[in-house]
């Protein structure tokens, strides 16, 4: 049976993992729309190999390339946010969002506001929009399935469980390329050393994000969000590793884990066939060969993006959207040569002071609003770095 499917963030990591999934068994889906930012020659031929009915860049700029590179293929072309959130909106049976940050938000609601399934990879759109998201989510009937690799290990790890009976969630947390940095050394790391990750390849934004350790924070305002056990039930665990990618424990001390390679294609693959399987081109784990799993508990210290993030949960109202949105202008702003890896944290917290908390955001535009002006303030910080020093 073919199955429509809509792929938001088509050029990305995730895009890539989902579309070679996809490639391996064509007569499984049909694509309806593939969408980038701009990409516009990358994106016509990723919708031409797979005959996609609609490509869409978010940035309408890009549009007249893109429709140059489609020209006499019958498949339509559309630019702009608007065009977007219709592509979003257009009924499938699948729609994978692996748009990064916080624009892939309203694309995500459209998909949610037609009651569709959704994988979601896009965590800054949870992490901005939790209450928001999860209760348009149960309004419309709309099924969410976790594709962050921690998030899918612990919704594997819950199936034929119930959440009452959840003593712990742990997320565990491969502590990044600079785990085992000194404080003075990580003053001085580059945007090249941040992004070589270990273990898993990735987008530039969350390599960042995992160096920094804010990439675990936002994954703790996600799990809190997709699985409503309260804060004090999820704890995070360094396990360099990466090969149990997160773990439920119940109230008799019987612990579940999910292990795997660490490849997106095996959470992915988790979501795309749920509730059934299907085959990967991974190989089997090989546990032997890996020797040892090792896990230590954070240092907050020199990686405060964790407590930052846990702050902002306990604080509530607008605070997870600031923090995504200073956290998304940081990460540019290092990646760009602008701000020091150290400064990422700090730019983040000093956001979240100067911000009013006020009442939590009641709707899409209520997020969206605090979104921008977490980004002027951020900005602004920016623009004095004695701020931040
Ligand atoms: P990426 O940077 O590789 O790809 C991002 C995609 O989004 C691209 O197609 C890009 O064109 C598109 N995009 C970027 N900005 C946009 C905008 N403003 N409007 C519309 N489209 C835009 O990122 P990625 O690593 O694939 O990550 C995507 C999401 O999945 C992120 O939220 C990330 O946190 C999450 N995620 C990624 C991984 C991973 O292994 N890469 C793992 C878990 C979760
Ligand atoms: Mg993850």
Known sequence: ??????LLGATGSIGASTLDLVRRNRAAWQIEALTAQCSAAQL????????????????????????????GTGIAAA???????????????????????????APVMAAVERGGTI?????????????????AVARHGATLLPTDSEHNAIFQ?????????????????????????????????????AIAHPNWSMGAKISVDSATMMNKGLEYIEAYHLFPVGLDKLSIVIHPQSVIHSMVEFRDRSTLAQLGPSDMRVPIASCLAWPERMETPLGPLDLAAIGELTF????EERFPATRLAREALAAGGAAPAILNAANEVAVAAFLAGQLRFTHIAALVEETLER?????????????????????????????????VG
């Open 296 to 299: 230590h508990a954070p240092d």
């Open 44 to 71: 016509a031929a990723l919708a031409i190999e797979f005959d996609a009915r609609l490509a869409v860049v978010g940035d309408e700029a890009c549009l007249p390339e893109l429709r140059d590179a489609l020209a």
């Open 157 to 193: 790890c819950l199936a034929g469980n119930r959440i009452a009976d959840v003593a712990r969630i742990t997320l565990t947390a491969s502590g990044g390329p600079l785990r085992t940095w000194s404080a003075e050394r990580l003053h001085t790391a580059t945007p090249a050393e």
């Open 119 to 135: 994988a979601l990879a896009n965590k800054e759109a949870l992490v901005s929009a939790g209450e928001v998201l999860m209760a």
């Open 1 to 6: 049976m073919t199955r429509t499917l809509t």
């Open 355 to 387: 911000s009013p908390l006020g009442a939590a955001p009641a709707s899409l535009e209520d997020v969206l609003a605090i979104d921008q002006s977490a980004r002027r303030e951020a900005q602004r910080l920016l623009e004095n770095p004695a701020l």
């Open 79 to 105: 630019g702009g946010r608007a065009a977007l959130i219709e592509a979003a909106a257009r009924p499938v049976d699948m729609t994978v969002a692996a748009i990064v940050g916080c624009a892939g938000l």
